[in-house]
T-cell receptor, first 112, second 116 residues
Framework: AQSVTQLGSHVSVSEGALVLLRCNYSSSVPPYLFWYVQYPNQGLQLLLKYTTGATLVKGINGFEAEFKKSETSFHLTKPSAHMSDAAEYFCAVSDQNNMLTFGGGTRLMVKP | DTGVSQDPRHKITKRGQNVTFRCDPISEHNRLYWYRQTLGQGPEFLTYFQNEAQLEKSRLLSDRFSAERPKGSFSTLEIQRTEQGDSAMYLC??????????????FGEGSWLTVV
């Protein structure tokens, strides 16, 4: 069985500050890992994904994430937060059948 | 490519009534998924189709829930005898065949259900 844990249901940063959203996973098979973003009253949009190869993955809107197998982590970062980054972020793990298992989400708030 | 489309976007219903949601996937995507998301939680998998075949169902999908994809294109999710606990956002998603690593799963904007 697969599972995802997102530490911190709410994260608040100042505009221009580093964004760090934490994700740890559990998987019995080599995982595919994803970060999705959800704006209010909208569906989920893919930010980035890790499949194989390079462990540092770059996504849209300046976000990136690093797969660390030894730590079973896939934390999401952005060097400088923008007001438009305020949203809910979900980490997810997939098996080879394309079933996504999501974490509980982290709400990112950006202060001016 | 207009993306995954869901209808209605919002539905308020009285307890005990039946509701049906429709999902139109991205054209030529043969995989279609339904997820449920309650407030403050991540989406939870409900069921999955490959073409018209329903290949997997979650334990969350009680007997009151039924999903169909009759021609392998659009899908419907029906909830019979709704209960207040059914209040949630129902998300539809679609993808091309193949592993998640190669084929992105695209989500619709969701259908909000409120049972009063």
């Amino acid at each position: 069985a697969q599972s995802v844990t997102q530490l911190g249901s709410h994260v608040s940063v100042s505009e221009g500050a580093l964004v760090l959203l934490r994700c740890n996973y559990s998987s019995s098979v080599p995982p595919y890992l994803f970060w999705y973003v959800q704006y209010p009253n909208q569906g989920l949009q893919l930010l980035l994904k890790y499949t194989t190869g390079a462990t540092l993955v770059k996504g849209i809107n300046g976000f990136e994430a690093e797969f660390k197998k030894s730590e079973t982590s896939f934390h999401l970062t952005k060097p400088s937060a923008h007001m438009s980054d305020a949203a809910e972020y979900f980490c997810a793990v997939s098996d080879q059948n394309n079933m996504l298992t999501f974490g509980g989400g982290t709400r990112l708030m950006v202060k001016p | 490519d207009t993306g995954v489309s869901q209808d209605p976007r919002h539905k308020i219903t009285k307890r005990g009534q039946n509701v049906t949601f429709r999902c139109d996937p991205i054209s030529e995507h043969n995989r279609l998924y339904w997820y449920r998301q309650t407030l403050g939680q991540g989406p939870e998998f409900l069921t999955y189709f490959q073409n018209e075949a329903q290949l997997e169902k979650s334990r969350l999908l009680s007997d009151r829930f039924s999903a169909e994809r009759p021609k392998g294109s659009f899908s419907t999710l029906e909830i019979q005898r709704t209960e207040q606990g059914d209040s949630a956002m129902y998300l539809c998603a679609s993808s091309s065949p193949g592993w998640a690593g190669r084929n992105t799963i695209y989500f619709g904007e969701g259908s909000w259900l409120t049972v009063v």
